[in-house]
């Protein structure tokens, strides 16, 4: 038995410890908005926040998991709602399935960096493929969020 | 691409009634014949779609095209409620299963407002009437009297009443047989930036793909397919798999040769979807491999230029190609190699079905659910009414998931294990084994006479037809594939359009705007050629070539209108400065396409620096007659522009051996944000009927930026993608 914790509740799981936390999600406790998308921690669709920073969550066994908090699209932070808030409003998805992977990606930006420059919003969010081509409006939300935050 | 028939305005209403409380209204409008002649032998057309207004006042309206971002569960039903008066925070719309009763439900082929469009404005018309006559009967006024507003029907003295109070009264109605469209300038949605409907649920993961299913004592499966294109099993060892926790079955699944037919292999079943995987890869296969394995991408180039390199099948031919030739003051001749795509939708494929004796449900991301039935229906030889295909959301799709294999296949292993299964592809899956967009080389040799004018033009192309998919050994284009070549907007007075032959070697698919994309970039880059030979400005020479403004010669019920591709063009030019001073080693690039009925122009600016591309900004124009939403359109046209990116930078599918080289997002790169330039997009404002909106971004796309790096460098590649010549 593996105890996890997500969105602030406690799941014991029994399975193989080196499931990648993204099947444990998905197959095992049934929180599907977290996305596989490559299974190779390529497309950042799979992003969950550990402790608060965006992992690929295709890669991460679950046993190196035990003792952290996960929180995935379906849970609620600060940065992570305040985000969600500027994507409706710049109505950024398209089909919309990268879109968990690319919120966790920039909560997890705006965790660490409340102001980030271009640049740095362009090399952390360049872990995540939008198939779609959202990524201006992405950028815009970003923006927006963040000048929202600042004057609030 | 075939007419609209006729409106038969009597079969426009089909029923009228109660069902779950509410007033149910059906139409039976019309036949829409088929786009091109990809599907034309293979779907029925009978529309019949849905308003059902209950009497709380919710507005439950039916999409019957899927939703893969485009935005079409939106921009459909905002056509209905805003002919409807209706209050769009009462709408809900409900997603249509695979049924001939809808219509064709093709979401491709950029068709899906651009065919329904009328059909759903007389459908909202229709129930504002209705609801008109019934408030105007229960307070025994005149009709004349009263508007409708807002979900409300208001009489002129003030008083009024709200829809869903109307609903028992209006199923006593008779439905008019004529009704009045709103005047354009009233539009409350159409024309406007209404925002996706679904916008909340996609940004928080509760939208429902077909990844994201669920349902009691659902198993999933893992599928090992050969790799190379029509493989089959000649024995499988599957004691290790089965040794691996969360395995429950190993079984095979059979190659059905036909268009939709899955490519067969064997399946894992498992508790989770890891260990399927992982069960996958502990099989132990032979193969009986297939004839494909000769085919190796370089040599198979090779051969399609040779093929382009001497006279093929005559598409078109307008006055003397070879006297224009002598005549020249000038020849010019290039040839272009484009490999092939994949779709690489960030949603694999993937399927949930339960098959329970001749009962079957389905569960998918599907464009076409129609097909998906009708293929189901027939590998169970049962009836069609015994198959129920739910179309979840799509996580993307361009064309691949039109092709419903994925389904047929999981179809095959819940049957064979006699209960609900997910079939998921990995990425690898989806890489390796698509319906790729198809290689081309294409030849083009222009005449320029001694004033800088064209006065021949050559275009010669061979690639493997999607029609082979459909007729196995098919080995030129279908009618349809050539157009995109022979309608070349340019008035040139000897003109001469060849196919050459080519066989398929995989399955050949369509992606995001198809043929348009060879040809496109073809037609696009050989001008900016002929330009620099004729020393003119290339957007001066371009708007001579097109010349005079007139309708071009189409099949069509649509206008293909050169006065419209000009304008595109110089306001995609104007808006991207291409008068002004741009910084030191800054250039544009122009590209104009017709695709989908719109027409579409780019303008680019990048610069070279070091040997690396920037690109700066996009500039994007597009002409898709009425509006509908020009929000959507606006995200059209920039996800299009990534998508003309992503293949000009990085897209190439190979084969070695008959196997696809390429497999994860490693090696079959798309675009990130970092090069993602700024997009300005202009809609011309119209009130011609609305055309494509999806598709005919993206053909402008690559050759603008081949255009670009020739005028800021002086270096023209011919070939893509652009990491193959270290330029990205």
Not at chain 1, 81 to 92: D, P, R, T, Y
Not at chain 2, 317 to 324: L, R, V
Not at chain 2, 657 to 682: C, T, W
Request: proline share 4%.
């Amino acid at each position: 038995m593996i105890t996890l914790k997500i969105n602030g509740k406690e799941h014991s799981v029994d399975v193989d410890p080196t499931m990648p936390l993204l099947w444990v999600i998905r197959d095992i406790i049934g929180f599907t908005g977290t996305k596989f998308g490559c299974g190779k921690g390529l497309c950042g669709a799979c992003m969950v926040l550990m402790d608060g920073n965006a992992i690929n969550s295709c890669q991460m066994p679950i046993s190196a998991i035990q003792g952290k908090e996960i929180v995935t699209i379906e849970g609620k932070t600060e940065n992570l709602q305040a985000l969600q808030k500027s994507w409706a409003e710049f109505n950024v998805p398209q089909c919309g399935f990268c879109q968990s992977g690319q919120l966790i990606t920039a909560t997890s930006m705006l965790n660490n960096n409340p102001n980030p420059s271009e640049d740095e919003v362009n090399g952390n969010m360049s872990r995540n493929i939008c198939r779609c081509g959202t990524y201006t409006r992405i950028k815009e939300a970003i923006t927006h969020c963040v000048e929202l935050k600042n004057k609030g | 691409m075939a007419p609209i028939k006729n409106i038969s305005r009597r079969g426009f209403i089909k029923g009228i009634g109660l069902a779950s409380g509410g007033l149910v209204l059906a139409s039976s409008a019309y036949s829409f014949s088929n786009f091109g002649s990809k599907e034309e032998d293979i779907l029925e057309f009978n529309p019949n779609l849905f308003v059902q207004l209950n009497s709380n006042g919710s507005l439950i309206l039916v999409a019957s095209r899927s939703e893969m971002g485009q935005g079409v569960r939106t921009s459909l039903t905002s056509v209905i409620a805003d002919e409807m008066e209706a209050d769009w925070d009462k709408v809900i719309v409900k997603q249509a299963t695979g049924d001939a009763k809808y219509g064709n439900q093709n979401t491709d082929g950029s068709r899906s407002v651009r065919t329904l469009f009328e059909t759903m404005r007389k459908m909202g018309a229709t129930v504002k009437a209705v609801l008109i006559t019934a408030a105007a009967k229960s307070w025994k006024v005149p009709e004349s009297e009263c508007i409708a507003k807002n979900h409300f029907i208001i009489h002129s003295s003030g008083k009024k009443i709200g829809f869903g109070d109307l609903v028992e009264i209006a199923k006593e109605i008779s439905i008019p047989e004529n009704v009045i469209l709103k005047d354009p300038k009233d539009f409350k949605f159409i024309g406007k930036k209404l925002p996706s409907i679904d916008v909340e649920n996609l940004s928080n993961g509760s939208a429902v793909f077909g990844l994201d299913k669920r349902v009691p004592n659902m198993k999933f499966a893992a599928i090992k397919r050969c790799s190379v294109a029509f493989g089959t099993v000649k024995s499988v060892d599957k004691t290790e798999a089965l040794k691996i926790n969360g395995v429950l079955d190993v079984v095979e699944v059979p190659m059905l040769i036909k268009a939709f037919g899955p490519l067969g292999g064997v399946a894992v079943i498992a508790t989770n979807t890891w260990a399927a995987f992982k069960g996958r890869d502990a099989l132990k296969i032979e193969w009986n491999y297939s004839k494909n394995t000769s085919y190796n991408s370089e040599t198979f180039m090779d051969s399609i230029t040779a093929n382009v390199h001497k006279p093929g099948k005559v598409e078109k031919s307008i006055g003397n190609i070879d006297n224009a030739f002598k005549k020249a003051n000038k020849t010019h001749e290039a040839t272009y190699k484009l490999p092939h795509l994949a779709h690489a939708p960030m949603e694999v494929p993937n399927a949930v079905v339960s098959v329970k004796g001749d009962i079957c449900e389905v569960w998918a991301p599907i464009q076409s659910p129609q097909a998906a039935r009708r293929e189901v229906a027939n590998f169970l030889e049962t009836d069609q009414s015994n198959v129920t295909i739910n179309v979840t959301f799509l996580g993307g799709g361009f064309g691949r998931k039109a092709k419903p294999d994925f389904i047929v296949e999981a179809t095959a292993v819940s049957k064979a294990i006699n209960g609900p299964v997910q079939v998921v592809w990995s990425r690898e899956d989806d890489i390796q084994h698509s319906y790729y967009h198809t290689v081309s080389s294409q030849f083009l040799k222009g005449a320029i006479d001694k004033n800088g004018k064209v006065t021949g033009w050559l275009h010669r192309f061979a690639l493997p037809t999607i029609g082979s998919t459909f007729t196995p050994g098919r080995d030129l284009p279908q009618p349809w594939e050539a157009r995109s070549a022979t309608d070349v907007p340019y008035d040139i007075p000897n003109l001469q359009i060849e196919a050459g032959k080519a066989d398929a070697h995989v399955r050949i698919g369509w992606l995001r705007s198809v043929i348009n994309i060879p040809h496109g970039f073809a037609i696009n880059v050989f001008a900016d050629e002929l330009a620099h030979e004729a020393g003119k400005d290339p957007l001066e020479f371009r708007l001579n070539l097109i010349g005079k403004d007139r309708i071009q010669e189409t099949k069509d019920a649509y206008k293909y209108d050169t006065s419209k591709l000009k304008h595109v063009l110089k306001t995609a030019a104007k808006n991207a400065g291409y008068d002004k001073q741009l910084p030191e080693g800054h250039a544009i690039g122009l590209a104009v396409h017709y695709s989908f009925y719109s027409h579409v122009a780019a303008a680019i600016e990048v610069s070279v620096t070091n040997g690396k591309l920037t690109i700066h900004k996009i500039s994007v124009v597009i002409d898709c007659g009425t509006a509908i939403n020009r929000d959507t359109i606006t995200a059209q046209m920039e996800g299009a522009a990534i998508f003309g990116m992503s293949l000009a930078y990085y897209g190439k599918i190979t084969a070695k051996d008959g196997a696809i080289e390429q497999s994860n997002f490693h090696n079959y790169q798309v675009l990130r944000m970092p090069n993602a330039p700024k997009i300005q997009v202009e809609i011309v404002n119209s009130n011609d009927k609305p055309t494509g909106v999806g598709e005919p971004g993206v053909p402008v796309i690559a050759p603008a930026i081949i255009n670009a790096i020739f005028k800021a460098t002086g270096k023209r590649y011919r070939t893509l993608p652009l990491s193959d010549h270290g330029l990205v």
